[in-house]
Each structure stands twice: as structure tokens, then as C-alpha cells.
């Protein structure tokens, strides 16, 4: 009987608001204030990303903060910044902030997964749900200290206070395939969040 290795990795890169490059531990980095976009109508979060919102909305209501709501702006950013880390950017993750790149001032999560390997096929795309991937997110609340407003040692959680930002109000992901089958997530948050010296909540 001959046996199939499998492999598969997630990365996550700590969330970055709008108004700094990178982000890193304690959780709140933004010093700068920037101007909300005035968000539209809400629509309906496509097929695709289903999960993604809802999951958003119970992180929040554990808290009691507000539920987001979908945007159109908020996605098609995000999806096109996936895109470009997945085509252009060799598949690494890097925040629009850190690139010089964030013209709308948003708050963003990012999210990358490998390929599934095995020693007798080609590479596979993994089957994450966007469930998944707002939940690998959301699990950071184990690593943040509300008092404090820090995360613990060694460990990051500004994913999971950008989702529960009590001043963020609306939401929207892309998500783009590798050339190598990895992938590539990202959420954009408006008005971001991860202030420095304030609590999500």
C-alpha cells in the first residue's frame, strides 16, 4: 500500500490599519488619522466569500460591538491587491500600507495558505472557506490582553482587534490563486482600525 505525504501551510500577517506601513505587536499601530470613505448602500457578500461576514458579525456580537456590513469598494480593493501579491508579487504577503500602495486609507487582514503537496502529483490548491480563514483570524483573541491592549509575548493579535474595532463599519475580501496553487486572502476594513493608544473596543 503506498502512502501519500501531504503538506499544507497558512500564514497570517499581523493586520495593518490605514494610517502606518507595517504592523506589528502590540496590536494598535495606526498614529494617524485618515479620512473615512463614505460608504455605500450595502450589498449582498458574493457567493464566494460567503462565511466571511458572518463570521466577522459573531466576533463582533461577543464583544458587542455593531455587525459590519458588506461593501463593494471594500472588495474589489481587496481583490485586487490580491491579485497583485499573487501575480506580481511572488505570492508574498506584504500590506498596501508597507508598499506605499494604500490610497483609500483602509484597515486590511491578510491571509496565505501552500499549495498541498504530495510525492506523486502536482500541487493542489487547498480548500479553505472563508469561514476558515475569518476564524484563523478571530482565534488571535486568545493572544490579546483587553487591559493591557497588548498581545502576548511573542505572539500577534491585531488581526483579530481590526475585525472587533468598534468604529469599523463595513467590510470586503478578495482572494486570489498562486501561480504555485497557494493563495492569497485579504479584507479591507473602512474606517480601519488598530489605533495606537486606543481599544478596539
Not at 510525492?119 to 493572544?143: G, Y
Amino acid at each position: 500500500m503506498r502512502h501519500i505525504a501531504m503538506l499544507s501551510l497558512t500564514l497570517l500577517l499581523t493586520a495593518c490599519g490605514g494610517g502606518s506601513g507595517s504592523s506589528a505587536s502590540p496590536p494598535v499601530t495606526n498614529t494617524t488619522t485618515t479620512t473615512p470613505i463614505v460608504p455605500l448602500s450595502p450589498v449582498s457578500e458574493p457567493a464566494a466569500m460567503t462565511g466571511m461576514l458572518e463570521t466577522h458579525n459573531e466576533v463582533r456580537a461577543a464583544v458587542a460591538v455593531m455587525p459590519l456590513t458588506w461593501s463593494s469598494t471594500m472588495s474589489s480593493y481587496a481583490q485586487e491587491w490580491a491579485n497583485h501579491l499573487a501575480n506580481e508579487n511572488g505570492c508574498q504577503m506584504q500590506h498596501r500600507a508597507a508598499a506605499g500602495m494604500n490610497t483609500l486609507g483602509v484597515g486590511e487582514n491578510l491571509y496565505w495558505a501552500s499549495p498541498l503537496t504530495s510525492t506523486n502529483s502536482p500541487p493542489a490548491i487547498q480548500a479553505i472557506t472563508p469561514t476558515q480563514v475569518a476564524n484563523a483570524w478571530a482565534n488571535e483573541k486568545t493572544d490579546y490582553n483587553y487591559d493591557t491592549n497588548t498581545c502576548a509575548d511573542n505572539k500577534i493579535c491585531g488581526h483579530y482587534t481590526q475585525i472587533v474595532w468598534k468604529n469599523t463599519t463595513e467590510v470586503g475580501c478578495g482572494m486570489a490563486v498562486c501561480p504555485d496553487n497557494g493563495q492569497i486572502w485579504v479584507c479591507n476594513y473602512n474606517p480601519p482600525g488598530n489605533y495606537t493608544g486606543q481599544k478596539p473596543y
